[in-house]
């Protein structure tokens, strides 16, 4: 059965996210810190090489008020941008990679490893970099180049997710070889930060932690609001065929950001008033459209340890939560358990019964509820992310720190 939206939370209430030790499992050092006072940290240079999984853009816009940001990010899209005291200093053109993205795969994204090192020699120049901050094993072998070189003085290698090795022979072998390739560059790695608890890489690098990611704050205004919102690269697993079920039932508008072959096989399924918005990379464009629904929704069919959500981040829950839009989702990650203690969200079996009623029981809460419940939640993790990079970058950089 889903879990019922709490009506309210304790003030000041701390998030727990990784500080239960029932959540990290062995080996996994826990994000609990020490109360620190009165530090003043220098402007560190810091470049940021990641693949478009979470909210990097976000994530460098917080970290610059530690130092110079320049956020390379490689995905399905390539972007550059540069972060100073919060602000945006510079924003490269998107570009489109999915051209070319099959090939990068197939050779164990090699491309994307020579094209991240060519922008950080183009974006820093002679500058030398404090500390990178490196997704993956592309990004990470990148991270590992620029130290090898003088670069860089520390690397710190950004475990996104984890693919069990599973599935078509070829697949296997694939998955088996980036597993190593992750294995390799975290053990030469001076940290290795994970986006979940569960993901089981690194493990002989004994300075291993849990890195919670910042959440946006879209500052919409409470209102009415009028459809269900979803935005993702669309497969069999997120249960698209259930949510045009429940809203041909009922007559519910519908948002769909995001594109995919499988997506445009089903799409004779939705009722008629949804809108389909396409693949979008303009994030005010997106967040317009999901401030106007009252339902996010991030199901995933397979909830087992063989699937790959398993052990990631929901990041579509990102986008919704900074509209203070509540979520239905299933108990996939480990965040659906935050969700359903915060009062965020819905979490529910990936059934049709349950999926209906949760998206009714959303579509009929109080949105100034909905939103207070968010806010909160909002404030207190993103302070637990604030300690932690604090934290880290103290021991990272000692150079560019002072105290009094």
């Known amino acids: 059965m889903a879990h019922s939206m709490r009506q309210g939370t304790p003030a000041g209430r701390p998030i727990d996210f990784c500080l239960r030790l029932q959540w990290a499992p062995s080996g996994v050092k826990t994000c609990k810190l020490p109360t620190v006072s009165r530090i003043f940290i220098s402007m560190m240079n810091i470049v940021m090489l990641q693949t478009m999984a979470v909210n990097d853009r976000g994530w460098a816009r917080m970290i610059s008020s530690h130092g110079k940001v320049v956020l390379i990010q490689q995905g399905h899209y390539e972007r550059v941008e540069i972060w100073e005291k919060g602000e945006m200093s510079y924003e490269g053109p998107t570009v489109d990679r999915r051209s070319y993205y099959l090939l990068d795969e197939i050779v164990l994204n090699i491309v994307s490893t020579f094209r991240v090192l060519v922008y950080t020699f183009k974006f820093t120049g002679k500058q030398k970099i404090d500390l990178v901050i490196a997704a993956n094993h592309n990004c990470g072998l990148a991270g590992l180049i620029l130290k090898a070189v003088g670069k860089t003085g520390k690397t710190v290698t950004f475990m996104t997710d984890y693919l069990p090795v599973r599935g078509a022979f070829h697949v296997r072998i694939h998955r088996w070889l980036t597993g190593w390739l992750n294995e390799w560059v975290t053990y030469f790695s001076d940290e290795v930060w994970l986006l979940s608890p569960r993901i089981p890489v690194g493990m002989k690098n004994p300075h291993r932690f849990v890195v919670p990611i910042v959440m946006n704050d879209n500052h919409c205004p409470v209102q009415a609001r009028m459809a269900v919102g979803y935005i993702g690269n669309s497969s069999a697993d997120h249960g698209l065929e259930t949510l045009f079920a429940v809203c041909r039932k009922h007559n519910l508008l519908l948002h769909v950001i995001g594109g995919s072959a499988y997506l445009d096989s089903i799409k004779h399924l939705a009722p008629p008033e949804t809108i389909f ?48 839009v509540p979520v239905v989702t299933t108990r996939v990650s480990f965040f659906s358990d935050i969700i359903a203690e915060q ?43 604030e300690r932690f990079h604090r934290e880290r970058f103290q021991i990272l950089c000692p150079a560019c720190e002072s105290m009094q």
């Not at 693949?279 to 340890?305: F, N, Q």
């Open 343 to 385: 009062g965020i969200g819905l979490v529910v079996e990936p059934e049709f019964d349950q999926i209906e009623k949760a998206i009714l029981t959303l579509k009929n809460a109080d949105p100034a509820t909905s939103a207070k419940l968010i806010n909160d939640f909002r404030s207190s993790w993103n302070a637990e992310v």
């Open 277 to 324: 918005h396409g693949v979008m990379t303009d994030l005010p464009a997106i967040r317009e459209i999901i401030s106007k629904c009252y339902c996010g929704y991030a199901v995933y069919c397979d909830t087992s340890p063989g699937s790959y959500s398993y052990y990631g981040f929901p990041s579509k829950t990102l986008t919704y939560l900074a509209s203070n």
